[in-house]
Structure formats: structure tokens, C-alpha cells
Nanobody, 120 residues
Framework: EVQLVESGGGLVQPGGSLRLSCKAS????????MSWVRQAPGKGLEWVSSVNSGGITTTYADSVKGRFTISRDDAKKTLNLQMNSLKPEDTAVYFCAKSISAWRSPYDYRGQGTQVTVSS
């Protein structure tokens, strides 16, 4: 059974930082691209960032480029998202998602999410 469990969310002031993690199980983690997506209150899902199998290629939404860094640790089966210079518009539930292939592609599983609130 595929499981994705996010952690690390919380309340942070504008300009602050958070590090999200996603622990994966139930599949061969290293074989698949992984992504972070988010959902702000009252809005649809928004893709944030992806990393391919092997961790060499990363891509980011324009809204987070230069502020967020995605990484993966295949030995620990963990996906991370380092978020710096956070803005109120980054407030959302953040989900990690498993792609259907080794490259960025539609996802077939998503975790339960972790809340990130950016507010003073």
C-alpha cells in the first residue's frame, strides 16, 4: 500500500522559513519522480515543484522559484521542501505526490497534507 505522510507545517511570520518532509512507503521510491502541490483556502490544487528520479532535475512554479528548494533522500525514502522568504500567499495545505513515472508526470497518489500558514 502506497503511503505518503507529510510533516513540518506550521505558523510562520512573513519572511520566515519552514522545511516540509514527506515520508514514503509501499513503493520503490527511487524509481519515481515526486512533487509538491498545494491548495490555498477556496482555491484549486497548484503545482509547486517536482524532482525526477535520481534527483538531478528539479522544476519550480514561477511563484516559488528562488525561494523554495525541493530535494529527495532515496535512502530514507523522504521528499523535502525547504521554503524560505515565505509570503502570506504561500498559505496553503501542502501535499506531496508520487508521479506515475521517473519524470515529472501526472501523479497517482497524494498524502494527506500539512498546513502552512504565513501570517504576522
Amino acid at each position: 500500500e502506497v503511503q505518503l505522510v507529510e510533516s513540518g507545517g506550521g505558523l510562520v511570520q512573513p519572511g520566515g522559513s519552514l522545511r516540509l518532509s514527506c515520508k514514503a512507503s509501499g513503493f520503490t521510491f527511487s524509481n519515481y519522480a515526486m512533487s509538491w502541490v498545494r491548495q490555498a483556502p477556496g482555491k484549486g490544487l497548484e503545482w509547486v515543484s517536482s524532482v525526477n528520479s535520481g534527483g538531478i532535475t528539479t522544476t519550480y512554479a514561477d511563484s516559488v522559484k528562488g525561494r523554495f528548494t525541493i530535494s529527495r533522500d532515496d535512502a530514507k525514502k523522504t521528499l523535502n521542501l525547504q521554503m524560505n522568504s515565505l509570503k502570506p500567499e504561500d498559505t496553503a495545505v501542502y501535499f506531496c505526490a508520487k508521479s506515475i513515472s521517473a519524470w515529472r508526470s501526472p501523479y497517482d497518489y497524494r498524502g494527506q497534507g500539512t498546513q502552512v500558514t504565513v501570517s504576522s
